[in-house]
């Protein structure tokens, strides 16, 4: 079971003018814990790390299974504990952020989900978050409204039927 609270992220939004729409979503999950690391984080993407080539696989299928309207690049980035993903549309690509901390069943699960917000995209969100009064709630119904449940659905089938089921 997952709880998502998406929110615009005003930081990256003044930080970068061109990001017309980004979402944050937190996620607590049961059952799986972001990777704990002692001290400061490796710098080290765990996209490169050995051990990771389900999520790699996951990824590259979902690409060719599941296409979005603008490409997507994945990156690794320092997010607080609590967010373990984030969705970004720039003019010309989605970005989706996630959490460095993350182990390998949590960073798939995760990518599903942000790969939903990629699929289910659309230009009224860009809208709501470019206005600088916009209610937390109001932008989280928005984000996760039926579109998104279908894209989601789409994502999580295919991931489960054709990505697990067939070597």
Not at 31 to 54: A, H, Q, V
Not at 75 to 87: D, F, I, K
Not at 103 to 124: F, M
């Amino acid at each position: 079971m997952l709880a998502c609270s998406m929110i615009p992220d005003p930081i990256t939004k003044s930080a970068r003018r061109m990001a017309p729409g980004t979402v944050t979503c937190r996620m607590q999950a049961a059952g799986f814990k972001p990777l704990s690391l002692p001290g400061t984080c490796s710098s080290t993407s765990f996209l490169t790390r050995n051990g990771f080539n389900e999520f790699r696989k996951v990824v590259s299928r979902l690409r060719v299974l599941c296409p979005t309207g603008k490409p997507v690049i994945i990156r690794t980035a320092w997010l607080p504990p609590t967010t373990l993903g984030e969705c970004i549309r720039r003019p010309s690509r989605f970005v989706i952020r996630l959490n460095n901390r993350l182990d390998e069943q949590g960073a798939i699960e995760t990518v599903l989900h942000e790969w939903g917000h990629a699929l289910a995209w659309n230009y009224s969100l860009d809208r709501l978050a470019k206005q600088p009064d916009v209610d937390r709630d109001e932008f989280e119904r928005a984000s996760h409204d039926e579109a998104w449940g279908c894209a989601y659905a789409r994502v999580w089938r295919t991931y489960s039927v054709d990505i697990l089921a067939r070597p």
